[in-house]
C-alpha cells in the first residue's frame, strides 16, 4: 500500500523587509528593500513595491536577482524634488503589473500584502534655495549683499551677482559664508568708480553659478536653469500695435538721407528652451507705404540669463550677416514681454532699426495685427536729447583712451539720430548714429563711420540721469559660438550748454 505526496497549497508570503541603509538619500541616490518570504519564490516580469516617500508614492522595481531564493530585492532610484525628512515607508502590496508574477515552486501566487516603515532612510533632493536678497550696501569702495537660503550650504568656485554701476554691468562675487546658510557677495570699485546709492543697482537679484556649485548637505545643487524656461519653450511671440514703428535708413549714412519710418511686424517662433537657452524662427513683414512691403525670414540662436537680460542671433535663411538683438524681460499690463533692441540690414542695401515689447500669443485663437502706418509708440522720457552733444570715450572708435563727441540732432517716440566726430585717422573720425532708448533707459546705439567703405559699428547699454548731469555707457556685442561677447564699456557724458 502506497501514501500519496501531500498537495501543497499554501501560498507564499512576505516575512519581513530589511530596512534600508540609515542615513539622507540625495538626487541620483539608490534605495534598496530586501523583502524575505516564508519560503523560496521564483519572480517572472518585474513586480514593484509602492513605496511612499513625504506625499508622493513611488515604485521600487525587482533588481532581477535573487529568484529561486527566499528573497528579492526592489530598488528606487530618488530623484529631483523627493523629500521625506521623516523617512520612507511601504504604501501597499506588492504590485504585479500584466507578465509578472512570484510564486512557490508548487506554484502557489504570493500573498502580495507588505509593510514597513524606515525612519532612518531620509530623502532629501530637494537643492537649497535663495530665501532673502539683501539689500546693498555700500562702505567707500566696497559694495557687498547678503544672501540668506533655506539651508547651509557649501561653496565651489566663485558663484556671482549682476548688477550696475553707473549704468556699467558689474559683477558681486562670492566672498565668504560656506557651510553656513547666509554668503556675502562682494565688488570693490575701480579707481574711477565712486558707488553711491543713486548710481548702484540691482534689477532682479539671481546667483549666476558660472562654473561654480552651491550644494546642500545632501549633496543637493541650487538648480543651474533659469527662471525663463517655462515661458520661453515652445512660445509664439508678436509685435502690439502700440510698438510696430520701426526707422530704415541708408547703408552709407543714418541722416544723408534721414531715416524714414516703417511699420514691422516681426514673429517668433521658439522652441524648447533649457537652462535658459533656445532656438526658433523669425519671421517679419515691413511695411513702408500701402503698395510697398517687404519681408525676411532668420533663424533663431538665444540666450535668457537668469536675470532677464536676452541676446538672440538672427541668422538669414536666405544668406547674409547675422544680426543680434538685446533685451530684457519686462512687465507689460500683467504680461511678461520681451523688450528687443536691434537693427537688421547689409551693407550696399539699407537699415533697418526697430525696438518694441513682444508678446506671448497662441496662434490657433489670436492673430497679430498687420503693419500699419498709424501705428506708433508712446515713449516720451528721453524727448529732451535732441541738441545735446555728448562727450564720447571709446576705444573702438577712437583708438586706446580715445575720446570723441556726438550730437543728438533728432528724436521721436525712442528713437534717434545725430552724427559726430573723433581724432583724426581713426575709425570715427567721422559718423552718424542712429539708434533708440526705450522707457527704462536701454540703448542701442549703431554707428556707421564716414570712411569710402562704411564700418557699422553697434553697441548696448543705459542712460542715466537729467539733462544737465546725463550719461550713457556704452559696450559693442556680438555672439561667440552661443555665448554673448562684449566689448569694454565707454561712457558718453553730456556736454552743459555754455552759459552766457
Not at 550696501?137 to 556671482?160: D, N, Q, W, Y
Not at 549682476?162 to 562682494?186: E, H, K, N
Request: hydrophobic fraction near 35%; glycine fraction near 12%; charged fraction near 15%.
Amino acid at each position: 500500500m502506497s501514501s500519496a505526496r501531500p498537495v501543497d497549497t499554501t501560498p507564499p508570503e512576505i516575512r519581513s523587509i530589511a530596512a534600508p541603509k540609515g542615513h539622507t538619500y540625495g538626487e541620483g541616490g539608490t534605495i534598496a528593500f530586501r523583502v524575505n518570504f516564508t519560503e523560496p519564490v521564483v519572480a517572472t516580469g518585474i513586480p514593484t513595491l509602492p513605496i511612499s516617500i513625504g506625499d508622493t508614492v513611488r515604485q521600487a522595481a525587482w533588481n532581477g536577482r535573487g529568484s529561486g531564493s527566499r528573497s528579492l530585492t526592489f530598488t528606487l532610484g530618488v530623484q529631483s524634488g523627493d523629500f521625506a525628512p521623516a523617512g520612507v515607508r511601504v504604501a501597499g502590496p506588492i504590485v504585479l503589473p500584466d507578465g509578472a508574477a512570484i510564486r512557490d515552486r508548487a506554484g502557489n501566487d504570493l500573498n502580495p500584502a507588505a509593510s514597513g516603515e524606515f525612519p532612518r532612510a531620509r530623502v532629501d533632493a530637494v537643492g537649497p534655495s535663495v530665501s532673502d536678497f539683501g539689500h546693498i550696501a555700500i562702505a567707500g569702495k566696497r559694495v557687498s549683499m547678503r544672501v540668506t537660503f533655506t539651508e547651509p550650504v557649501t561653496v565651489r568656485g566663485k558663484p556671482s551677482i549682476a548688477f550696475m554701476v553707473d549704468g556699467a554691468p558689474r559683477q558681486l562675487v562670492y566672498a565668504r559664508g560656506s557651510g553656513s546658510d547666509v554668503l556675502v557677495f562682494t565688488y570693490r570699485a575701480t579707481r574711477r568708480e565712486t558707488p553711491t546709492v543713486e548710481n548702484v543697482a540691482v534689477s532682479t537679484p539671481v546667483i549666476a553659478l558660472s562654473r561654480g556649485h552651491i550644494i546642500d548637505a545632501a549633496g543637493n545643487r541650487m538648480a543651474t536653469g533659469t527662471r525663463w524656461d517655462s515661458l520661453l519653450s515652445n512660445s509664439h511671440w508678436y509685435v502690439p500695435e502700440e510698438n510696430l514703428l520701426a526707422y530704415m535708413s541708408s547703408s552709407t549714412s543714418f541722416t544723408t538721407p534721414p531715416p524714414v519710418s516703417l511699420w514691422d511686424q516681426t514673429l517668433w517662433s521658439l522652441g524648447t528652451a533649457t537652462d535658459g537657452r533656445f532656438t526658433g524662427s523669425s519671421q517679419a513683414t515691413f511695411y513702408v507705404s500701402p503698395e510697398n512691403s517687404f519681408g525676411s525670414t532668420m533663424s533663431i540662436v538665444g540666450l535668457a540669463t537668469e536675470v532677464g537680460e536676452i541676446r538672440m542671433r538672427f541668422t538669414p535663411t536666405s544668406g547674409g550677416s547675422p544680426v543680434i538683438g538685446v533685451g530684457q524681460f519686462r512687465e507689460v499690463n500683467g504680461t511678461t514681454a520681451i523688450q528687443m533692441q536691434m537693427i537688421s540690414g547689409q551693407a550696399g542695401e539699407a537699415y533697418t532699426t526697430h525696438w518694441a515689447y513682444m508678446l506671448p500669443y497662441d496662434p490657433g485663437s489670436f492673430t497679430p495685427p498687420d503693419p500699419r502706418p498709424d501705428a506708433d509708440l508712446t515713449s516720451t522720457e528721453w524727448a529732451w536729447t535732441p541738441g545735446t552733444t555728448w562727450e564720447y570715450q571709446s576705444d573702438e572708435l577712437f583708438g586706446p583712451g580715445g575720446v570723441g563727441s556726438f550730437t543728438i540732432t533728432n528724436y521721436r517716440n525712442g528713437y534717434f539720430w545725430g552724427s559726430g566726430s573723433g581724432p583724426a585717422g581713426t575709425l570715427g573720425e567721422s559718423f552718424t548714429q542712429l539708434g533708440s532708448i526705450t522707457p527704462e533707459g536701454n540703448v542701442l546705439f549703431n554707428v556707421l563711420t564716414g570712411q569710402s567703405v562704411p564700418t557699422l559699428l553697434t553697441l548696448t547699454g543705459q542712460i542715466t540721469g537729467e539733462p544737465l548731469t546725463a550719461r550713457m555707457a556704452l559696450r559693442t556685442y556680438e555672439f561667440s559660438g552661443s555665448d554673448p561677447a562684449f566689448g569694454a564699456v565707454g561712457y558718453a557724458v553730456i556736454v552743459p550748454e555754455p552759459t552766457t
